[in-house]
């Protein structure tokens, strides 16, 4: 068991719906990331939040949207997916240092599959 | 662009044999190194991080970091079938931004 807890632990949804994606952590982290991973690949980037605050988008459609409603929780809000954006969604948490000296520590993830 | 290059194995060892594997890094400004564990379906798992030249020992885990040439290893010792897995090297920005960027990851079998 890992101290980020990701849920749904699995979803289907079709390509007009709207779902959400949850990540909570209890460890006093400061900066919480979202992730994506398809097979065989290593985990891509989509956004950090630091301080409850957005810091990176790493260009990400805007059929996801992030939010912080607080140091604890961090949400994916999904809409209009496409079956390309299936894939597992990690959310992970670090405490924020300089120079970015922190390991993250990652959820279980969400599966994700678009019909 | 950061490049962090491994490779891809698969790399197959023997129950009891050292594992070991190894990561390059572009960018010689880099500070800190991490090492994660990922079972297939599953998600990475923290293994070990290293900031400083030399070895540090976990366990049957020693990262070794060698900053003049730019590349981290991990050596798993007495290697048993359950650390079969993708092994990812994950270096940070030095920009205080927390980006991650991940190795291809090397996928490692150990025989029984």
């Known amino acids: 068991d890992t101290e980020v807890t990701q849920t749904p632990k699995h979803l289907v949804m079709g390509m007009t719906n709207k779902k959400s994606l949850k990540c909570e952590q209890h460890m006093g982290h400061r900066a919480m990331y979202w992730y994506k991973q398809k097979a065989k690949k290593p985990p891509e980037l989509m956004f950090v939040?630091?301080?409850?605050?957005?810091?990176i988008n790493e260009s990400v459609p805007s059929r996801f949207s992030p939010e912080c409603p607080n140091s604890s929780l961090l949400n994916l809000h999904l809409h209009a997916l496409q079956p390309e954006d299936s894939a597992l969604y990690l959310c992970?948490?670090?405490?924020?240092?300089?120079?970015?000296?922190?390991?993250?520590?990652f959820g279980d993830g969400t599966r994700l599959s678009i019909l | 662009q950061k490049e962090v290059e491994q490779n891809s194995g698969p790399l197959s060892v023997p129950e009891g044999a050292i594992a070991s594997l190894n990561c390059t890094y572009s960018?010689?400004?880099?500070?800190?190194f991490f090492w994660y564990r990922q079972y297939s379906g599953k998600s990475p798992e923290l293994i070990m991080f290293i900031y400083s030249n030399g070895d540090k020992e976990d366990g049957r885990f020693t990262a070794q970091l060698n900053k003049a040439s730019q590349y981290v290893s991990l050596l798993i010792r007495d290697s048993q079938p359950s650390d079969s897995a993708t092994y990812l090297c994950a270096v940070p920005d030095n920009f205080g931004n927390e980006k991650l960027t991940f190795g291809t990851g090397t996928r490692l079998t150990i025989i029984p």
């Open positions: 960018d010689r400004g880099s500070q800190s």
């Open positions: 992970a948490s670090s405490q924020e240092g300089w120079p970015g000296n922190q390991p993250q520590h």
């Open positions: 939040y630091s301080y409850e605050k957005l810091s």
